[in-house]
């Protein structure tokens, strides 16, 4: 599958998150948008396309069926958002906190997460497709029955990270760094690993790894 990324304009016209805060349609197209602070603030069914949002912050908000088409989002605060039921079409997040985050019946395609903070989220009964986490903190992050294609984890702390019934064939782990990972033995099938992380695995399914003398 080929990577897509946001196809933005290069020409956007200032527009303000605010002016459609208390709208029964809240959505803004070929904008940019830029230091809002949206805490605690109902988003739900917010539709952004063609956006780039930089330096805002929307903790504990409340954005259950938002839209997402062709966006990138520069530094902003998610954390403790709830994400449910939304979907993400070639969208960016660089920088990005998601603390607590929830995903569940969530739809990402062609999305990617560069240098973001996602502990503690959850991703359940989730859609991943062509989805890409480089250089991020996933710690503590709770996946389960989740739709997995083309997952790609690059350089990730994937500390105490859970996998149920979730299938992690192709998706390489071997550049992630961890100190625990949680996940059923079914499902590690076609997981790849590094060397190192192998024996970890072994010792996971049970095996006794001998040390050479």
């Known amino acids: 599958m080929k990577k897509e990324t946001p196809k933005i304009p290069e020409v956007l016209e200032e527009k303000s998150l605010q002016s459609v805060l208390f709208e029964e349609d809240r959505e803004l197209v070929r904008s940019s948008i830029y230091q809002e602070d949206l805490s605690d603030s109902n988003l739900q069914k917010l539709i952004l396309s063609k956006c780039i949002v930089t330096r805002c912050s929307f ?45 569940t019946n969530a739809h990402l395609s062609h999305t990617t997460f560069t240098n973001c903070v996602l502990n503690v989220s959850n991703f359940i009964d989730v859609t991943l497709k062509g989805t890409q986490f480089s250089c991020s903190s996933l710690k503590q992050v709770n996946v389960a029955h989740a739709k997995v294609k083309q997952l ?21 782990i071997s550049t992630c760094t961890y100190n625990s990972f949680q996940a059923s033995q079914d499902i590690l099938s076609g997981l790849i690993v590094s060397k190192e992380q192998a024996i970890g695995f072994a010792r996971l399914l049970g095996l006794t790894v001998k040390e050479e003398m």
Do not use: W, Y
Not at 82 to 99: A, P, Y
Not at 152 to 172: A, P, Q, R, Y
């Open 59 to 103: 903790p504990r908000s409340h954005m259950v069926k938002a839209d997402f088409t062709d966006v990138r989002f520069v530094n902003c605060d998610f954390s403790n958002v709830d994400l449910s039921e939304s979907l993400f079409h070639r969208v960016e997040f660089i920088d990005c906190k998601f603390i607590g985050s929830q995903f």
């Open 152 to 172: 790609i984890l690059d350089k990730c702390d994937i500390d105490d990270c859970s996998f149920h019934e979730t299938s992690l064939n192709g998706v390489d």
